[in-house]
């Protein structure tokens, strides 16, 4: 398994990060299962886990926990905060009063006494971004966490948070977590080389685009059914235009893919960690084979006609749906727009 720096803070992580949304009730609900799955990863050579207090309400974190005790100080362990972790609206969000709180409830889950990246899981326009960048710096002085990050962020609000840390001498966002794949290359127009300029590592999640290049969706194959699915019928729905789109490229991928003798799944993860702005792809296996599919694509490399074709199928810097980009521009809000 190679390895990239993160950003420019000297740790070296592995180019798969292993993600843990599946983890629980929100896909594999056997904790013993989600435990082999996670040692397999590291003994595979992933050196770095991705995981969030709201991944089905804490559980995920508890299933971390316990995978890796014994084995905490060779793990490069993040975690997220932001989401509602219950019906009071002060247990949410990004000010101090809850991330206080927030990282505590983490690290009791992860049964660990620091927290290697901490990340902001979605940008606010409520909450000062120095009072959020203030409390994460006060964490870090205290020794519960190492390094900040931010997870869907718009290009501006990347560029405020670096010159807010810079000003007001805090510690800054070291690292920037959004989707990408060969069907949501927004990114590539504005954040990837964003976060280049800025020297902040990328760990981009979703290299599957939520399973439509895992070779589950195809053409022959009609609608299929999953609870997520279900949960976001604007990106799953095959009666919407722009998802017949997808799938149209999709077929096109397969056959680029069974062209140059690999899966699907090779192809897209390797596409996702050619980019020069990646640092880590995060992973997001429910089971053992799905792990086992996905790091067969460690050691591909594509060749540049390959490259060529890909960008003939999806241009760059767009997304085939937009509803799947991973972070909105509030100027672009009904409410921003109206005059």
């Known amino acids: 398994m190679r390895h990239n720096m993160l950003g420019r803070s000297g740790v070296s992580v592995s ?31 992933i050196n770095i886990i991705d995981t969030a207090d709201v991944y089905a ?14 084995r905490r100080d060779d793990i490069i362990l993040a975690t997220k905060f932001h989401g509602a972790m219950g019906d009071d609206p002060n247990r949410q969000g990004s000010s101090r009063r809850w991330i206080i709180r927030a990282v505590e409830d983490s ?30 710096t006060d964490l870090v002085h205290q020794g519960k966490i190492r390094y900040l990050g ?16 810079r000003e007001r001498g805090l510690q800054r966002f070291l ?23 800025h020297g902040m590592g990328v760990l981009s999640y979703s290299p599957l685009t939520g399973g439509w290049l895992s070779g589950r969706w195809r053409k022959d194959a009609g609608q299929q059914e999953s609870s997520r699915a279900s949960r976001l019928p604007q990106r799953f729905d095959l009666s919407q235009p722009a998802n017949q789109r997808k799938l149209d490229a999709v077929e096109e991928l397969a056959q680029l893919a069974d062209a140059c003798g690999l899966t699907l799944i090779q192809l897209a993860i390797a596409f996702v960690l050619t980019h020069p702005a990646i640092t880590s792809a995060i992973i997001g296996p429910r089971t053992l084979e799905q792990l086992e ?6 050691d591909v490399v594509l060749e540049p006609d390959v490259l060529d074709r890909i960008d003939q199928i999806v241009a760059p810097g767009t997304t085939v749906n937009p509803v799947d980009n991973s972070f909105d521009n509030p100027a672009l809000a009904p409410a921003a727009r109206r005059r």
């Open 15 to 45: 180019r798969f990060c292993l993600g843990a949304m599946m983890f629980g009730a929100w896909g594999n609900p056997h904790h013993d299962e989600s435990i082999r799955i996670i040692h397999t990863a590291l003994d595979a050579g």
């Open 107 to 136: 690290l009791r889950r992860l049964r660990t006494d620091y927290i290697d990246l901490y990340q902001v899981h979605r940008p606010r326009t409520d909450t000062d971004i120095e009072e959020t960048l203030g409390a994460l």
């Open 293 to 298: 599919g996905q790091l067969a694509a460690a």
């Open 57 to 70: 309400q804490g559980e995920s974190e508890e299933i971390v926990g316990k995978a890796i005790e014994g």
């Open 175 to 197: 690292t920037e977590q959004p989707a990408y794949s060969i069907l949501v290359r927004r990114v590539e127009d504005d954040i990837l080389p964003t976060c280049q300029r």
């Open 150 to 165: 931010a997870s869907t962020f718009p290009a501006s609000q990347i560029v405020e948070a670096q010159w807010v840390a």
